[in-house]
T-cell receptor, first 120, second 110 residues
Framework: NAGVTQTPKFRVLKTGQSMTLLCAQD?????MYWYRQDPGMGLRLIHY???????AKGEVPDGYNVSRLKKQNFLLGLESAAPSQTSVYFC???????????????????FGPGTRLTVT | GDSVTQMEGPVTLSEEAFLTINCTYT??????LFWYVQYPGEGLQLLLK?????DKGSNKGFEATYRKETTSFHLEKGSVQVSDSAVYFC?????????FGDGTTLTVKP
């Protein structure tokens, strides 16, 4: 299994350009996530998906869009890049199971290697 | 909403010293708790986990116990090594969403 892969690994954009980051997982996980990590900070959730065809906003969704047309892929789009979007982007996937109380228990996330994006 | 408060770093220890990194959380319902580790230039890797109260997660000599009464999940290791130098993140996962602490940078000197 390749686990979680991300393409590209590095990218430099000019302000106003657009791009799409691709995340793929081969573990049949329901949940997928996009995070950004800025120096000295933890990860902040941009968008996430709880299943094929569904997406939801996270903590910092502005300036980003996502799509999950296939269960194994989760795309992150920047329509008009800004210098404030310079960051390292991580994709992750996870699965869940039914807990004894009937609720869903989410298991650990598996992370991709990251994409380093610079916007000039 | 849910939150995670993690001990501020950086933390610098000598090899074989005892390590504690404090983590407290707020959450509705019954979250799962995790510690992840990030080595320089790499993505995050799961270090250990606990999915219900009183569970103890352990891996590679690290331990953390899910304490519901104190809403804590402190990371401990009895004897750190230089190879443990990394950034450690405490994570609260609830209803499919995760909240990360800001990370604690650990440097272990020989």
């Amino acid at each position: 299994n390749a686990g979680v892969t991300q393409t590209p690994k590095f990218r430099v954009l000019k302000t106003g350009q657009s791009m799409t980051l691709l995340c793929a997982q081969d573990m049949n996980h329901e949940y997928m996530y996009w995070y950004r990590q800025d120096p000295g900070m933890g990860l902040r959730l941009i968008h996430y998906s709880v299943g094929e065809g569904t997406t939801a906003k996270g903590e910092v969704p502005d300036g980003y869009n996502v799509s999950r047309l296939k269960k194994q892929n989760f795309l992150l789009g920047l329509e008009s890049a800004a210098p404030s979007q310079t960051s390292v982007y991580f994709c992750a996937s996870s699965y869940s199971f039914s807990g004894v109380s009937g609720g869903r228990v989410t298991y650990e996330q598996y992370f991709g290697p990251g994409t380093r994006l610079t916007v000039t | 909403g849910d939150s995670v408060t993690q001990m501020e770093g950086p933390v610098t220890l000598s090899e074989e010293a005892f390590l504690t990194i404090n983590c407290t959380y707020t959450a509705t319902g019954y979250p799962s708790l995790f510690w992840y580790v990030q080595y320089p230039g790499e993505g995050l890797q799961l270090l250990l986990k606990a999915t219900k109260a009183d569970d103890k997660g352990s891996n590679k000599g690290f331990e953390a116990t899910y304490r519901k009464e104190t809403t804590s999940f402190h990371l401990e290791k009895g004897s750190v090594q230089v190879s443990d130098s990394a950034v450690y993140f405490c994570v609260n996962t609830n209803a499919g969403k995760s909240t990360f602490g800001d990370g604690t940078t650990l440097t272990v000197k020989p």
